[in-house]
């Protein structure tokens, strides 16, 4: 073969390589999907910080709406449901709580606090099955504040 035929097969090969590589993806994670999520997560925290804050009223309506939008939110559900708790909901809390640990049932957090939504409703057995369940689990933390929900009863 002569040198000028190499020369345009490399030439050819080259120019081939570019444009293939340009046609790859830019990125293994769809950014848009990453991007919902990241505005979600502060869509979630705004509204604990109205909740919390200045706009109460606004910050659950905003939290509803995720739930709205996308009903598996168990970020969204466990404010809700903590949020019942503090306004005497004790039945609106446990259904919040309940739907949680049906859509992930490793969720510790959900069975601590309804159990507490269950002692309050005066399920007393149910409120120990659960305080064991959480005693048993071994989380610190979620063991702390039963702990201290016990200590004020």
Same mark, same amino acid.
């Given at each position: 073969?002569?040198?000028?035929?190499?020369?345009?097969?490399?030439?050819? %090969?080259?120019?081939?390589?570019?444009?293939?590589?340009?046609?790859?993806?830019?990125? %293994?994670?769809?950014?848009?999907?990453?991007?919902?999520?990241?505005?979600?997560?502060?869509?979630?925290?705004?509204?604990?910080?109205? %909740?919390?804050?200045?706009?109460?009223?606004?910050?659950?309506?905003?939290?509803?709406?995720?739930?709205?939008?996308?009903?598996?939110?168990?970020?969204?559900?466990?404010?809700?449901? %903590?949020?019942?708790?503090?306004?005497?909901?004790?039945?609106?809390?446990?259904?919040?709580?309940?739907q949680i640990i049906t859509?992930?049932?490793?969720?510790?957090?959900?069975?601590?606090?309804?159990?507490?939504?269950?002692?309050?409703?005066?399920?007393?057995?149910?409120?120990?099955?659960?305080?064991?369940?959480?005693?048993?689990?071994?989380?610190?933390?979620?063991?702390?504040?039963?702990?201290?929900?016990?200590?004020?009863?």
């Amino acid at each position: 073969m002569s040198t000028k035929r190499l020369q345009i097969i490399f030439f050819t %090969v080259a120019i081939l390589s570019t444009i293939m590589l340009y046609q790859l993806p830019t990125s %293994v994670i769809d950014n848009s999907e990453v991007e919902n999520n990241v505005n979600e997560n502060l869509s979630i925290d705004r509204a604990i910080e109205l %909740v919390e804050g200045e706009n109460p009223m606004e910050g659950i309506f905003m939290l509803r709406d995720i739930i709205e939008r996308e009903p598996e939110n168990t970020d969204a559900l466990y404010y809700l449901g %903590v949020l019942s708790l503090k306004t005497s909901q004790y039945e609106k809390a446990s259904q919040r709580f309940n739907q949680i640990i049906t859509i992930d049932s490793s969720d510790k957090r959900a069975y601590l606090q309804l159990g507490f939504s269950s002692y309050y409703l005066g399920k007393y057995k149910t409120a120990d099955s659960l305080f064991n369940f959480i005693m048993e689990s071994g989380d610190s933390l979620l063991i702390k504040e039963l702990d201290v929900f016990l200590k004020s009863k």
